[in-house]
C-alpha cells in the first residue's frame, strides 16, 4: 500500500490511462493483497481482481469475500450483494468439493466469530456489540459462536445453551453450574482438547432436562 497509490497516479497522470481502463491485480507475497487491492482503488483504479477463498498462483490473489467487504465499506452501501452467499460458497467447497478451510480463515472459517473467552461470552450475554465486529447471523447467516473449554466460565457455558436452544440461560442457573463443574473436572484431570457439541448436549440434557420438554 506505500507503493500502490504512486503507481496507479503516474498511469493515471502521466501517462494519461482513465480510471476506467485500470484494473489491478494482486498477488499475497507480503500479507497484503488486501489492503494493496483497496489501495488501488482509492486512488482511481477502477476494479479488482479476486478470487473464491484467495485461491491463486503462488501465495493466491485478493480474496473475493473480503475484497466484498471491503467494497461495501467504501461505499456505504451493498449494491444488493447478498452477503450471506459467501457462507454458502464455503460450505459447498467443504461439503461437495472436500477440501478443508481453515478454522481461523476470516468470514468462512469455523472459529472466525466463535470465542472460548468466559470474559467475552459474560460481555456478549450482555450486549453482543461488545465482542462481535459485525452481526455475523445477519450478514453471513453465522451466529456467533462459543466453545466450551477452561477458559469459558459460566458465562461461556450460558451462552452456548441460549444459542443453542434458543431461550435465555441465567449463568447463576444451577445447572449451567453443575456443566461448569464437569468442564473444571476434565480439564484438572488433563484434558487438552474442547468440549464437543454432543458432549455439551448430553450434559443439558442431564443438568437442563427443562430444555427437552415440549
Known sequence: PRSVPKIIHTLKTECGVPSERLE???HNDFHLVIANAVAAWLYGCSSANGTILGFGERTGNPPIEGLIFSFIGLKGETFGIDTTVITEIARYY??????RIPENYPFVGRNFNVTRAG??????LKNEEIYNIFDTAKILNRPLGVSITDKSGLAGIAHWI??????????RHPGVM?????????????????????????????????????
Open 24 to 26: 489491478w491485480h494482486g
Open 94 to 99: 467443504e461439503e461437495v468439493i472436500g477440501d
Open 119 to 124: 470474559i467475552h461470552a459474560d460481555g456478549i
Open 162 to 171: 441460549s444459542s443453542n436452544f434458543k431461550t435465555k440461560v441465567d449463568k
Open 178 to 214: 453443575k456443566i461448569f463443574e464437569w468442564v473444571s473436572r476434565e480439564y484438572e484431570e488433563g484434558r487438552t482438547t474442547s468440549i464437543s457439541d454432543r458432549e455439551m448436549m448430553e450434559l443439558v440434557r442431564r443438568y437442563l432436562p427443562e430444555l427437552f420438554e415440549e
